[in-house]
């Protein structure tokens, strides 16, 4: 299932298209970093789902029912995203700015979700609303390494991995540059994910 936000920074959504990773023959590989799910993680793309022309994406994995959400935020070519990547590239790493822009993100991701009814969406949302802004708050210094990593990689330089603990992680993929940051919600992973293609 691709749940599609419908805000004002995604008004091109009716393009996306969702790949099923059961298709081995694919150009370019989907990669965990990008707006991909895949909850086995066994390294070959048997498992899950991929959105090809997504640059930006809340992911929802749900560890125990082996099911994710993936809410596209942007799309290839995007102007909401080049904007995004340059305002971020342009923010003090240490400060607070950049903690402001990704709590943005996250609001406008959280407002988009409404709980539906359906059995496997049994995602949180007041627990994140009360958790992401205090976890984003808590681990600054941390977001700001990795939007340095980031920022690095778009520009060539490795992948980095910054942050693997219990409630929060951050990375950026070493092959594909994407930030991967991810924020324990009970027993499931909220996962923003997002290309340095600008």
Same mark, same amino acid.
């Given at each position: 299932?691709?749940?599609? /936000?419908?805000?004002? @920074?995604l008004a091109t959504l009716t393009t996306a298209m969702c790949v099923l990773l059961n298709s081995g023959s694919m150009a370019e590989q989907a990669g965990r970093e990008k707006c991909t799910c895949d909850l086995e993680r066994s #390294? &070959? *793309?048997? *498992? #899950? /789902?991929?959105?090809k022309n997504a640059t /930006?994406?809340?992911?929802?994995? $749900?560890?125990q029912s082996h099911w994710c959400d993936?809410?596209?935020?942007? @799309?290839? #070519?995007s102007q909401s995203h080049s904007a995004l990547v340059q &305002? @971020? $590239?342009?923010? +003090? !790493?240490?400060?607070?700015?950049?903690?402001? !822009? $990704?709590q943005t993100q996250f609001e406008n991701f959280i407002g988009t979700t409404a709980d539906d009814g359906k059995a496997t969406d049994d995602f949180d949302r007041q627990t994140a609303r009360d958790a992401?802004?205090? @976890?984003?708050? +808590?681990?600054?210094?941390?977001?700001?390494?990795?939007? *340095?990593?980031?920022?690095d990689a778009s520009f060539g330089k490795g992948g980095k991995s910054v942050a693997d603990e219990e409630k929060f992680r951050c990375s950026v993929g070493q092959e594909s540059g994407w930030l991967r940051m991810e924020f324990r919600i009970g027993?499931?992973?909220?996962?923003?994910?997002?290309?340095?293609?600008?």
């Open positions: 299932m691709v749940r599609l /936000a419908s805000n004002s @920074l #390294g &070959t *793309n048997q *498992n #899950g /789902a991929w959105v /930006a994406c809340w992911l929802t994995e $749900f560890h993936i809410s596209v935020e942007s @799309l290839e #070519g &305002t @971020l $590239f342009k923010l +003090d !790493a240490g400060g607070s700015d950049l903690v402001r !822009a $990704f992401v802004p205090v @976890l984003l708050k +808590d681990k600054q210094e941390e977001i700001g390494e990795c939007v *340095n990593a980031f920022r027993d499931d992973w909220l996962v923003y994910a997002l290309s340095p293609k600008r």
